[in-house]
């Protein structure tokens, strides 16, 4: 099975434009987040988020098992908290993306919203590192995200494994395992879209699966939708060739392809028909060599400091 955990809607595509996509680039699930940039959507407009929502509910609707739907919100909205519940509740979407940017994750006036998520039990997608569009990522330093440490119950994916800022993220990724939590039951885990650009992206990879282990590493083609299928087969190719490269076995290229991103969405992900489906929650910790990471699965480290 292979998931994309990171697929933009712009509002410009239909169900049927997206499973096709799906189909052509062999992609048996998509992460769909709802649309915040352009076509009249924006991060800074609530209302625009609530029509986002509602376009996003509409064509996930009937397609649960292969599409999962992320709310997007603006959380210094005050009625932000109240929009995730609508839109998970009502709108039967299945995760939050956050994109920080004008707001830190530390602030006081965001917490309810990462509350809310941690009440409905969410995965939540970041935003993390650097905008390649000009934007500050000041923002979006992967350790300002260890406030969600503060909201047990949530389910963290940051996008781009934090890119230029990846020892960073390794660093936050890394807590839970010194402390012996397998990777499918981390708060923390990293999605590999690029992010990275390519002189960037072996080393990178590399380090992140030697330390964290691809247990804590997911597929994510950042593409935005409507795009033919081929533009997401691309960006799986060049996953696929540095997995290659790196001489991953199955077990680690199976994590990076779909268990990982499983164990994210939990709940969120609808069984799916066929032997593929049926991914053991506790394999990850159990895998070997790059599946496992620098801490050999479960096993607690002594602290190395205080
Ligand atoms: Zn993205």
């Known amino acids: 099975m292979v998931i994309d955990a990171h697929l933009h809607c712009t509002g410009r595509e239909t169900s049927d434009d997206v499973l096709r996509s799906l189909d052509e680039a062999q992609i048996d699930v998509g992460v769909l987040l709802a649309p915040f940039l352009g076509d009249g959507y924006s991060l800074d407009d609530a209302a625009s988020l609530r029509r986002a929502n509602a376009h996003l509910s509409a064509l996930v609707r009937g397609h649960r098992d292969r599409l999962v ?4 919100v603006d959380p210094r909205s005050p009625e932000a908290a109240h929009d995730l519940r609508h839109a998970v509740e009502t709108l039967g979407l299945r995760g ?5 940017t004008g707001w830190y994750p530390y602030d006081a006036q965001v917490q309810p919203v990462f509350a809310m998520a941690a009440e409905l039990r969410l995965p939540v997608l970041f935003h993390s590192g650097i905008f390649i569009d000009g934007r500050s990522g000041r923002f979006c330093r992967p350790a300002f995200f260890e406030v969600m440490r503060d909201h047990p119950g ?12 990846t020892d960073e993220a390794i660093a936050v990724g ?11 039951r981390a708060q923390f885990r990293f999605d590999i879209s690029f992010g990275p650009p ?6 990178v990879l590399q380090r992140a699966l030697e330390v964290l282990g691809a247990g804590a590493l997911q597929f994510g083609s950042d593409c935005f939708l409507p795009c033919p299928g081929h533009e997401i087969a691309t960006r799986r190719r060049w996953v696929q060739e540095l997995l290659d490269e790196l001489a991953l076995d199955e077990a680690a ?11 994210w969405l939990g709940p969120a992900l609808e069984p799916r028909p ?14 070997a060599g790059h599946a496992a990471g620098w801490l050999g699965g479960s096993r607690p480290m002594a602290p190395l400091c205080c």
């Open 198 to 203: 390519p002189p960037y992206r072996r080393e």
């Open 253 to 263: 290229r199976a994590q990076i392809w779909s268990g990982t991103a499983a164990a």
């Open 96 to 100: 939050v993306k956050m994109v920080p």
């Open 69 to 72: 739907g992320f709310a997007v």
């Open 154 to 165: 949530t389910r963290v994916a940051l996008a781009h494994l934090g890119w230029p800022w």
């Open 274 to 287: 066929g032997p593929t489906a049926a991914r053991s929650p506790s394999s990850p910790s159990r895998a």
């Open 174 to 184: 890394l807590i839970d395992r010194i402390h012996g939590v397998p990777p499918e």
